[in-house]
C-alpha cells in the first residue's frame, strides 16, 4: 500500500513550471501507457502528483470492454494528446488535427514525437522540424521529443516551440541519463524550458535529471513497467521533487580528500 | 450498403450520418473523432454527412501512451 504524499515541500516556495501560456506545480509529466489495467494507471497517476498526462490517438477498438476516459479525471489532469507511432510530418500533423475533434483536450498543448527508426524510436528532425512548423503556425503549443540535440532545440525554439523535450535515453529502455552534457548544453542553449522524455529507469535518473537543472521529466515506462507501479510512482513524485529542490538549493562542490564536519577546537583528547 | 469502419466491414440498410452511426455504435460522440477515406470531418458536420457506399470511415478515441 502507498503512502500519500506530502506535497510541501518548503514553506512559501513557489516554483512553477512554465510552458507558453500554462503553468503547472508538478514538474512531473507521466504516460498512461503499459499498464496492467486501467485501476493501476488512474491510481499511479494519483501518486505520481502529475498534473500533465500523456494518451496516444488511435483507432476505436470495439473489442475493448473498459472506456479509459472513465478512469481519468478530467477536471484534474490536462491530457496531453501525442503523435506516437507516426513516421512523417504528414502523420503527425493529421493525428494531432484530428485529435481537436475529440471533445476531450481543453488547451492546445500537444506532444509531437515523429519517430525516425523503429528500434531506437529516434525521432527524425527533418521530418519533426516541418511538423513543428506547420503545427505552431496552427496555434499549437507544441512540445517536441527530441533527441539530445542543442541544434535541434534551438531551431524548434526559434520556429515557436515553448519547450523542448530530449530524451535521456530511448524510450522505454531504462538506461538513465546517456549524455548528461548535452543536456546541460541543452539547458543553456535554449531559454525555455527543458523537460527530459524518455530514459528514466528509476527514482535515482529522475533526481539527478533534476538535479541537472532541467525543467521536468515525463516518463512512462519505469513507473507502468514497474514491478509495484504504485510505489514507484511515488517514488518518482519525490525524487523529481527532491532532484529540483537540490538543484535550487546549490550543492557542495566535489573535493578529493576530507573536510570535517565536526569543530576542531575544544577536542579533550 | 458496404462501408469500412477501423477496417471493419459494416452492412447499412439506409444512408446514415456520421452521427448516427457513432450512436448506433453505442459510442459517447463527444470522444470519437472521425476521419471519412482519410480525410478529417469536423465535428460539427457529424449529423450531416452522410456515409456513401465503400466510404472507409476512421473513427478514434484516445489511447493508453506515453
Known amino acids: 500500500m502507498a503512502i500519500i504524499p506530502n506535497n510541501h515541500l518548503t514553506t512559501n516556495f513557489e516554483d512553477k513550471l512554465k510552458i507558453g501560456k500554462y503553468s503547472f506545480k508538478s514538474r512531473l509529466i507521466v504516460g498512461t501507457g503499459k499498464y496492467p489495467d486501467f485501476i493501476t494507471m488512474q491510481k499511479a497517476i494519483e501518486l505520481s502528483g502529475a498534473e500533465i498526462i500523456t494518451v496516444a490517438i488511435r483507432r476505436i477498438d470495439f473489442e475493448q470492454k473498459e472506456n479509459m476516459l472513465s478512469f481519468i479525471d478530467q477536471d484534474k489532469y490536462t491530457l496531453l494528446p501525442n503523435t506516437a507511432g507516426c513516421f512523417t510530418a504528414e502523420d503527425a500533423i493529421s493525428t494531432i488535427r484530428l485529435s481537436r475533434e475529440l471533445a476531450i483536450f481543453k488547451t492546445d498543448l500537444v506532444k509531437l514525437e515523429v519517430i525516425g527508426d523503429p528500434k531506437t524510436l529516434y525521432p527524425d528532425n527533418e521530418e519533426l522540424l516541418k511538423a513543428a512548423k506547420v503545427l505552431v503556425n496552427e496555434g499549437f503549443t507544441v512540445m517536441p521529443y527530441i533527441i539530445d540535440d542543442p541544434i535541434v532545440a534551438k531551431k524548434l525554439e526559434d520556429i515557436g516551440c515553448p519547450v523542448v523535450m530530449p530524451l535521456a535515453s530511448p524510450i522505454g529502455s531504462g538506461l538513465g541519463i546517456r549524455n548528461p552534457y548535452n543536456l546541460k548544453i541543452i539547458k543553456e542553449t535554449v531559454s525555455i524550458p527543458v523537460i527530459v522524455d524518455a530514459g528514466v529507469g528509476t527514482a535515482s535518473d529522475a533526481a539527478k535529471t533534476m538535479e541537472l537543472g532541467v525543467d521536468g521529466i515525463l516518463m512512462n515506462t519505469a513507473i507502468a513497467g514497474a514491478t509495484d507501479p504504485l510505489n514507484m510512482a511515488l517514488a518518482m513524485n519525490y525524487a523529481v521533487k527532491a532532484g529540483r529542490l537540490a538543484f535550487l538549493s546549490g550543492r557542495i562542490p566535489m573535493k578529493l580528500y576530507a573536510s570535517a564536519s565536526s569543530q576542531m577546537e575544544g577536542i579533550v583528547f | ?66
Open chain 2, 1 to 66: 450498403m458496404l462501408i469500412y469502419v477501423n477496417d471493419k466491414e459494416i452492412n447499412l440498410n439506409e444512408n446514415l450520418t456520421i452521427a448516427q452511426l457513432i450512436d448506433s455504435l453505442n459510442l459517447n460522440i463527444k470522444s470519437t473523432a472521425a476521419a471519412v477515406n482519410k480525410e478529417i470531418v469536423p465535428k460539427a458536420k457529424y449529423a450531416e454527412f452522410i456515409l456513401k457506399d465503400k466510404d472507409r470511415l476512421d473513427l478514434v478515441t484516445i489511447a493508453p501512451g506515453g
